[in-house]
């Protein structure tokens, strides 16, 4: 079986889920920039970690032989700050060239406030004016289905955003059908205690289709599973779903939707 | 809620998934879901014990509960949008602490 792991937080994971991962047959990994568990409190701080992001993490992958992109940007738990969220957003066109970055992301909402919304539009406008891939996180539990709504609206507020060039990821009941529905990617996080669990993610899978929709654990410093994703093709194959199938979702699709941005490459694998 | 996403054509679905009973999603299922089931029933009473029946995470819980068995179906979808903030423009201050799962208007 091979899977690409879209959404994975690698710096918060021991090199054994690396290898775990490989094991399980993961083609490339891909590591949008989150929130540290504390607000960083300089530019110098983020500059460090977007750093971390593309110079020392595919280092680390690579011992395993393991591809590694990354995602660059301020995320909305830290945009509260709007005077040290412009200052980032001033920085990110510096690794935008980096070999490994995709695009800008994860960005969004948190708790839906003004100051998110203005840094989430800055992001969106550096974005246009790079022509780069985005990466967008929706809020958690019961701001998700207000934020996502948000988040929908401002993009499409840009003619110049093709919704194919977007991903809002962690999508649930709730919110995957407007996000389809105009044309946008879906992302399934697969969390034990939040999000979305294998059955229902498979669920979403029968009740929606399975186009531009892809799977990541989103693996990090909480509650999270780094095998999450293979663990859902086992749900699949119980349903009685076929290879290609699980192969589409997990890989196919996901390559389709990364391979917009002509660095990603995964040699050894045929356009298949 | 009308969705215009086209759903997977029953032609497709078939050719993706090998035929199975239907008593075998429940076979699949079942205990798991049971066990969840008690979870929740118990974490109910648990709150009520412990004099936390009021709160209003444990009302909600209670009042989206009842989507179980109401025979409609959808009820992951509508148990999500009732624990969620249904109002529509960003707020002047993010709320103290993080998401908690439920929503009651006029909470700081
Ligand atoms: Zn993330």
């Not at chain 1, 992958?61 to 200052?87: F, M, Q, T």
């Not at chain 1, 406008?125 to 996502?148: F, W, Y």
């Not at chain 1, 892809?214 to 779903?241: F, H, I, Q």
């Amino acid at each position: 079986m091979r899977y690409i792991e879209p959404h994975g937080h690698m710096v918060s994971r021991t090199t054994d889920d690396y290898r775990a991962m490989v094991t399980a047959g993961c083609a490339a990994v891909c590591e949008p920039a989150f929130w540290a568990g504390y607000d960083r409190s300089s530019v110098d701080g983020f500059r460090d970690y977007f750093r971390q992001l593309t110079r020392f993490e595919p280092a680390r992958a690579a011992k395993y032989g393991l591809p590694h992109y990354s995602w660059i940007c301020l995320n909305p738990k830290e945009a509260e700050d709007l005077v040290l969220a412009r200052d980032v957003v001033a920085i990110i066109p510096e690794f935008l060239s980096e070999p490994n970055v995709l695009g800008i992301g994860e960005i969004g909402l948190n708790r839906n406030t003004r100051n998110e919304v203005t840094a989430f539009e800055w992001h969106v406008e550096l974005a246009i004016r790079h022509s780069q891939l985005i990466l967008v996180h929706t809020p958690h539990l019961e701001d998700k289905l207000k934020g996502t709504r948000l988040i929908l609206d401002l993009l499409c507020a840009h003619r110049e955003i093709d919704p194919a060039r977007v991903i809002i990821d962690h999508v649930e009941e709730h919110t995957i059908r407007q996000v389809l529905d105009r044309g946008f990617w879906a992302g399934i996080t697969l969390y034990p205690e939040s999000k979305s669990s294998p059955p229902r993610a498979v669920d979403m899978l029968e009740l929606c289709g399975r186009d531009r929709i892809w799977l990541n654990s989103a693996c990090d410093w909480g509650v999270s599973d780094p095998l999450a994703v293979p663990k859902t093709a086992l749900e699949m194959r119980r349903r009685g779903y076929t290879d290609d199938f699980v192969d589409a979702v997990l890989f196919r699709n996901p390559r389709q939707f990364l391979s917009q941005c002509p660095k990603f490459q995964l040699p050894g694998h045929d356009a298949t | 809620m009308v969705s215009k996403t086209p759903p997977t054509s029953k032609a497709r679905r078939l050719r993706q998934r090998a035929p199975m009973p239907p008593t075998a999603i429940v076979d699949q299922g079942f205990v798991a879901a049971r066990a969840m089931l008690l979870d929740v029933a118990a974490f109910l009473d648990r709150v009520e014990r412990y004099g936390a029946k009021s709160d209003f995470r444990c009302e909600a819980m209670r009042s989206a509960a009842k989507f179980l068995s109401d025979g409609k179906p959808e009820r992951a979808r509508r148990i999500l949008e009732r624990l969620s903030d249904p109002t529509r423009a960003p707020l002047a201050v993010a709320p103290r602490g993080a998401a908690c799962g439920a929503w009651k208007k006029g909470r700081k």
